[in-house]
């Protein structure tokens, strides 16, 4: 078990103040198995109602809404969590369904059909001959394919960070040779999608010092990943950001069929001042009892 405090701090600047409409928080990770939520506090300013509720995906949200114009809006989300990660093991491959193709089970393929087709309509040259570059034999391990695919995103692209809100299309990262964590996240989501895997866009954090000094990208950040729905071993964790697969590393928050649906911190502003954005989020370990074992 480890114990995480996070802090994450969100602040638009504005230069008159402004009326705000509704806004859609998504900062609080599920209890589960994995992750259990020791402490949670929102700072909100300026002041508002707020209503907690479940989306469709069964995420955690909180609708907040300002009373006050003001020329700021902040959210600080504090968090303190029990991480116990569930390492993946030897897949059974002894199961037919977990061979390439893939095949659902029929009560599955009901709910897990929006995620397996395709979001975007990219028909981009270079896009096509990536994805005939990526299907592999028959009766090949599904798991192996799409550690495979993991692997090639984190070799091939080069990472960088983008002030600009929104995705890239997994055309523009093809052609640009590089993006960020969601960029790559939408990339093989998108990817496998066409090759008849159920996937879904995932945000949270990503945790780990130590390999933070070794290269891993977005360390101590908000970070963006996807999940693939397997046979026998359901919803399986893949950052192609740092070729990470069910890492103790990666603390899910939310969980969407695409990455417009996944965002922190949405809302409206009415007025005509300009707007500065400004994000922090500091991950600290403050216990580790698998060290201490």
Same mark, same amino acid.
């Given at each position: #078990?480890?114990r995480?405090?996070?802090?994450?701090e969100?602040?638009?600047?504005?230069?008159?103040? #402004?009326?705000?409409?509704?806004?859609?928080l998504? !900062?609080?990770?599920?209890?589960s198995?994995?992750? *259990?939520?020791?402490?949670?506090?929102?700072?909100?300013?300026?002041?508002? $109602?707020?209503?907690?509720?479940?989306?469709?995906?069964?995420?955690?949200?909180?609708?907040?809404q300002?009373?006050?114009?003001?020329?700021?809006? !902040?959210?600080?989300? %504090?968090?303190?969590?029990?991480?116990?990660?569930?390492?993946?093991?030897?897949?059974?491959?002894?199961?037919?369904? $977990?061979?390439?193709?893939?095949?659902?089970? =029929?009560?599955?393929?009901?709910?897990?059909?929006?995620?397996?087709?395709?979001?975007?309509?990219?028909?981009?040259?270079?896009y096509?001959?990536?994805?005939?570059?990526?299907?592999?034999?028959?009766?090949?391990?599904?798991?192996?394919?799409?550690?495979?695919?993991? +692997?090639?995103?984190? %070799?091939?692209?080069?990472?960088?960070?983008? %002030? %600009?809100?929104?995705?890239?299309?997994?055309?523009?990262?093809?052609?640009?040779?590089?993006?960020?964590?969601?960029?790559?996240?939408?990339? #093989?989501?998108? =990817?496998?999608?066409?090759?008849?895997?159920? +996937?879904?866009?995932?945000?949270?954090?990503?945790?780990?010092?130590?390999?933070?000094?070794?290269?891993?990208? &977005?360390?101590?950040?908000?970070?963006?990943?996807?999940?693939?729905?397997?046979?026998?071993?359901?919803?399986?964790?893949?950052?192609?950001?740092?070729?990470?697969?069910?890492s103790?590393?990666?603390? *899910?928050?939310?969980?969407?069929?695409?990455?417009?649906?996944? =965002?922190? !911190?949405?809302?409206?502003?009415?007025?005509?001042? &300009?707007?500065?954005?400004?994000? $922090?989020?500091?991950?600290?370990?403050?216990?580790?009892?698998?060290?201490?074992?």
């Amino acid at each position: #078990m480890s114990r995480l405090k996070i802090r994450h701090e969100t602040l638009y600047t504005y230069s008159q103040p #402004m009326k705000f409409g509704p806004w859609r928080l998504l !900062m609080r990770p599920l209890d589960s198995h994995a992750t *259990r939520i020791v402490e949670a506090s929102l700072r909100l300013s300026p002041s508002g $109602s707020t209503r907690w509720s479940y989306d469709a995906y069964g995420n955690c949200v909180c609708y907040f809404q300002p009373e006050l114009d003001a020329d700021h809006l !902040m959210v600080v989300s %504090e968090l303190v969590i029990d991480r116990y990660p569930a390492p993946l093991g030897p897949p059974p491959i002894d199961d037919p369904r $977990s061979l390439l193709p893939i095949v659902y089970q =029929s009560a599955d393929r009901t709910v897990l059909d929006p995620f397996i087709v395709p979001a975007t309509d990219d028909h981009d040259h270079g896009y096509l001959e990536w994805l005939h570059s990526l299907p592999a034999a028959a009766n090949e391990p599904a798991l192996h394919l799409l550690q495979r695919i993991n +692997a090639a995103i984190h %070799e091939r692209f080069a990472y960088g960070a983008r %002030e %600009e809100a929104g995705v890239q299309r997994p055309s523009e990262t093809i052609a640009f040779g590089q993006g960020t964590c969601r960029d790559f996240a939408w990339l #093989m989501i998108e =990817s496998v999608r066409r090759l008849g895997f159920a +996937a879904r866009f995932v945000t949270g954090y990503l945790y780990s010092p130590k390999l933070a000094s070794q290269g891993l990208r &977005g360390a101590g950040a908000t970070h963006a990943w996807c999940e693939v729905f397997l046979p026998d071993l359901g919803w399986i964790e893949f950052d192609p950001t740092n070729a990470l697969v069910e890492s103790p590393d990666l603390i *899910r928050v939310g969980a969407t069929r695409t990455p417009e649906e996944a =965002s922190p !911190m949405a809302g409206t502003a009415f007025g005509d001042g &300009g707007c500065d954005l400004k994000v $922090s989020v500091d991950v600290e370990l403050i216990d580790d009892s698998r060290a201490a074992a």
